[in-house]
């Protein structure tokens, strides 16, 4: 079973749209808990799930702007320091989304990227 503990930055997108976030993931066999934050009007969420082998798969619920259940199911590479997949909010509304493990390095390129973006508008 992969270890998926500790501090990832990823992007969802929405109608071709990337959405920035950050996410702290706990895990104790294979329940996974934990709080995202995104990096829009829709903020703080909640998520519980759990990792069965290299899948991962969790509810994610906004704590004050939307109590509308976000499913993410997604495949966490061999090194465990990558994810990705898909999510969904019924059968209309879903995407593709990604994230890697937290580090300086990502860090400054989510920085990079966000500039190169105030930059472009």
Not at 30 to 50: P, W
Not at 59 to 78: H, L, M, P, Q, V
Not at 95 to 109: C, P, Q, T, Y
């Amino acid at each position: 079973m992969a270890d998926v503990n500790g501090t990832w930055l990823g992007t969802y997108w929405q109608l071709g749209t990337p959405t920035r976030f950050e996410i702290a993931l706990i895990q104790s066999g294979n329940t996974l808990s934990g709080n995202v934050l995104d990096d829009c009007y829709l903020g703080e969420a909640r998520l519980q799930g759990k990792v069965v082998g290299r899948s991962i798969s969790f509810i994610k619920r906004y704590i004050t702007t939307s109590s509308a259940a976000i499913t993410y199911t997604g495949t966490i590479s061999e090194d465990e320091n990558y994810m990705h997949g898909e999510w969904n909010i019924g059968r209309w509304n879903f995407g593709a989304w990604e994230a890697r493990r937290d580090s300086d390095n990502l860090v400054i390129d989510l920085q990079k990227s966000k500039a190169l973006e105030t930059l472009k508008s």
